[in-house]
């Protein structure tokens, strides 16, 4: 698996440059435009936005020159719109829009696979979007039920297994910012510092959003015995061929053998991660202790 046998080479450039926060501004607002129009974004949309973009920023025209491409005739009546286009043609150099001739001759830009997904992460980044864990231990327990009932396993297993791995590594990520919020409070020199930490942004970002829920309405222990239920069940030679005939039958895999392998696995991994769990959020646990701890030892001192 080679990350830049897919990505083209230069797609970081932009972000690693001078003019890293005027690019950023414009992918996500041309990332935002996208989701809102079923067509393709005309040139001229497109030149707008960023127009906009470089326009809200004093320092836009020299943060981009870098953009600037010397083959292209200057506008010096709009100087920011000359440059809007110079930004959109240095995007498309480096793989994050794709240029297309309509029937009208006319161009518009849509943004490549890749791009759709690592603009839509940079975008709940940017958001500061909450963790993606409310509700995953049930939706994954509903999904694995739901697919005994109905029968649809071969469409239901591949979600359930990847929602176990975003609840997997969201759970990663709660423990390893309250290391986070642990530090913070360490580095305070005052009591009201150290309230304000522990009552305003940790439990605003922690506990509110994700570690309350863990413990109560979402806990593990409410819904990992239907899960693992439902896993023994399609485990058996039987419904482990239904689940590969249906998978075959999508399209997304060569051979029934391999959509057979690949159950099986997506079963085994999603058993592992729930009969594991405990352990995981037990060192959430443990973090979330050493976190008040501190907090307390600080506002002694």
Known sequence: MSLFGTLPPTLFSPLASPGAPVYAAALLALFTETRRHQQPLSRDLAAHMVREVLAADQA???ATADALDPEAAADEADPLAGRAADVLRYLARCGWLRVETQSDFTQSYTLPDYAFRLLSTLSEIASNEPLPLQGLIFSIYSILQTSLREGNAHISLPEAH???MSLLGG????????GVHIEQVLRQLEARAVLQQVFTLYRGEIVDKAYHQLRTT????????????????????PQVMQIAQGMRANGTLPSVEA???????QIREI?????????LLQAIDDRHSQFVDSAVRTVEL
């Open 259 to 265: 959509a057979a392998e690949r159950a099986i696995t």
């Open 271 to 279: 058993r592992e991660q729930f009969e594991l769990l405990d352990r």
């Open 218 to 237: 979402d806990h593990v222990s409410r819904f990992r015995p239907g899960v693992l239920d439902a896993l023994t069940q399609l485990s058996t030679e």
């Open 60 to 62: 836009a025209l020299a």
């Open 162 to 164: 990847r929602q176990t």
């Open 171 to 178: 759970l990663k990520e709660l423990q390893h910012n309250i």
